[in-house]
């Protein structure tokens, strides 16, 4: 079992960044492979970035590519998504998961945090 809490969201401007945090709870926070997914209004949640459990793989859709960049402190318990460049459409929900496959697909990932909001104005 695994609790997530995110933090760090917020109100930017366009150009600006933030860095989302996640905390984790649990002892079995190091075998977990962990993403960030995002859901604006109105949209089905989407796909961002996401790391297996040793940090040595990630993987960023398209349109983040270059501008966000997800890590992790097991030691900690810790994921972050450090994120720049931000543009408008960045506006969402963003959510942490944990799960047991490297991937993009929600259905993958078993534990979910309940979210923080980023809005960047342009």
């Known amino acids: 079992q695994v609790q997530l809490v995110e933090s760090g969201g917020g109100l930017v401007q366009a150009g600006g960044s933030l860095r989302l945090s996640c905390a984790a709870s649990?002892?079995?926070?190091?075998?977990?492979?962990m993403g960030w997914f995002r859901q604006a209004p109105g949209k089905e949640r989407e796909f961002v970035a996401a790391?297996?459990?040793?940090?040595?793989?990630?993987y960023y859709q398209d349109a983040v590519k270059g501008r966000f960049t997800i890590s992790r402190d097991n030691a900690k318990k810790m994921v972050y998504l450090q994120m720049n460049s931000l543009k408008p459409e960045d506006t969402a929900a963003y959510y942490c998961a944990a799960g047991g496959v490297f991937s993009v697909e929600f259905s993958s990932y078993r534990f979910w945090g309940q979210g923080t909001q980023v809005t960047v104005s342009p």
């Open positions: 649990g002892h079995t926070f190091i075998s977990y492979n």
């Open positions: 790391i297996n459990w040793s940090g040595g793989s990630t």
